[in-house]
């Protein structure tokens, strides 16, 4: 479970020492991200050599960080003070292009 500004996010279906009053509903968070050129040239040249390619690797960090500030965001606007069941999706959308997909359910918690 992690606290970000007073909103409780958790991966389980509850969060231990809160009770869950209300469910608000399905709650996401999208990205869709592609590198720059100079970044798509340097992670093609490391992909020949082989290895970890820090390129992509920073840009799906990013991008993981954005999905989940939308997450939170859309549960916000839905009334949740909290997320449950937080699970991300990834699949490429195109050659140089990514999606994130961060979601939950959207709860009102109080603290027990």
Do not use: C, W
């Not at 500004?5 to 231990?16: D, G, K, L, T, Y």
């Amino acid at each position: 479970m992690v606290s970000v500004e007073e909103f409780v996010i958790s991966s389980a279906n509850n969060v231990p020492g809160y009770k869950i009053l209300e469910t608000k509903g399905f709650s996401y968070g999208l990205i869709v991200r592609s590198r720059g050129l100079g970044g798509q040239i340097r992670g093609e040249l490391r992909s020949i050599l082989s290895g970890e390619i820090k390129e992509y690797q920073q840009m799906m960090e990013e991008s993981i960080d954005k999905a989940l500030q939308k997450l939170i965001d859309h549960a916000k606007s839905m009334g949740a003070n909290g997320l449950v069941a937080i699970r991300y999706d990834s699949d490429a959308v195109a050659t140089n292009m990514q999606e994130i997909l961060a979601y939950g359910t959207a709860v009102v918690v109080e603290k027990e």
